[in-house]
């Protein structure tokens, strides 16, 4: 499953694919970035950040993607499954506070 | 133990009330904040404390008041409760207002749903 370019808001993704996310930022300024998970009824958890000096960070079955040329931010999910099921922010740090992207809920198909 | 907690869980409450939502941590954070999130999932900063000290204000109306009586604790106060303030309240911490890497994650606690009627 893949949201390709624009941020969509949804995405349905088969269980043991790759999931991709995609997030547009809006301050050429921000030096840091988050991806949260939220999972219903709970507060946004952290997955992974990345700095603004690196294009690519990688954790246990997830990797975010950073292309400030065009302030695009990807969170790359690998072998998805059913407990991936959750709305992701992309965060932006800059002023002293962090700036969510409007989420992405990711619905994993057994 | 839950290194962010906020009580009450739920909140419901009639129009023109005064209500509080408290929240503490216990990760030995300097700075914390209250965000408030919409139907649609949105997430807004509202408020922001480093050591006691307000930092940011994101033009909040005046019906809303943050008290941090230590670093450990930023409670919020709501007057005049309206019907627009039905949304789910979430408390954060993070370790420094500003810094490099782990020092800007900011750790949620599981939110305050308000409902007004």
């Known amino acids: 499953g893949e949201s390709v370019g624009l941020h969509l808001p949804t995405l349905s993704v088969q269980e043991g694919d790759n999931s991709i996310i995609n997030c547009a930022y809006s301050?050429?300024?921000?030096?840091?970035f988050i991806w949260y998970k939220q999972e219903s009824g709970k507060g946004p958890q952290f997955i992974i950040d990345?700095?603004?000096?690196?294009d690519k960070r990688q954790g246990q079955r997830v990797t975010v993607l950073l292309n400030k040329t065009v302030k695009h931010l990807s969170l790359q999910i690998a072998a998805t499954q059913p407990g991936d099921s959750a709305v992701y922010f992309c965060?932006?740090?800059?002023?002293?506070?962090?700036?969510f992207g409007a989420g992405t809920t990711v619905t994993v198909r057994a | 133990d839950t290194a962010v907690s906020q009580t009450p869980k739920y909140l419901v409450t009639q129009m023109g009330n005064d209500k509080s939502i408290k929240c503490e941590q216990n990760?030995?954070?300097?700075?914390m904040y209250w965000y408030k999130q919409d139907s649609k999932k949105f997430l807004k900063i509202m408020f922001s404390?480093?050591?006691?000290?307000?930092?940011i204000n994101e033009t909040v109306p005046n019906r809303f008041s943050p008290k941090s009586p230590d670093k450990a604790h930023l409670n919020l106060h709501i007057n005049s409760l309206e019907l627009g303030d039905s949304a789910v309240y979430f408390c954060?911490?993070?370790?420094?207002?500003?810094?490099?890497?782990?020092?800007?994650?900011?750790?949620f606690g599981a939110g305050t749903r308000l409902s007004v009627l």
């Open positions: 965060a932006e740090s800059n002023d002293y506070k962090l700036s």
């Open positions: 301050n050429s300024a921000s030096d840091y």
């Open positions: 404390y480093n050591n006691k000290e307000l930092i």
């Open positions: 990760l030995g954070h300097d700075t």
């Open positions: 990345i700095r603004s000096n690196m």
């Open positions: 954060a911490s993070s370790q420094d207002l500003r810094g490099d890497g782990a020092k800007n994650i900011q750790y």
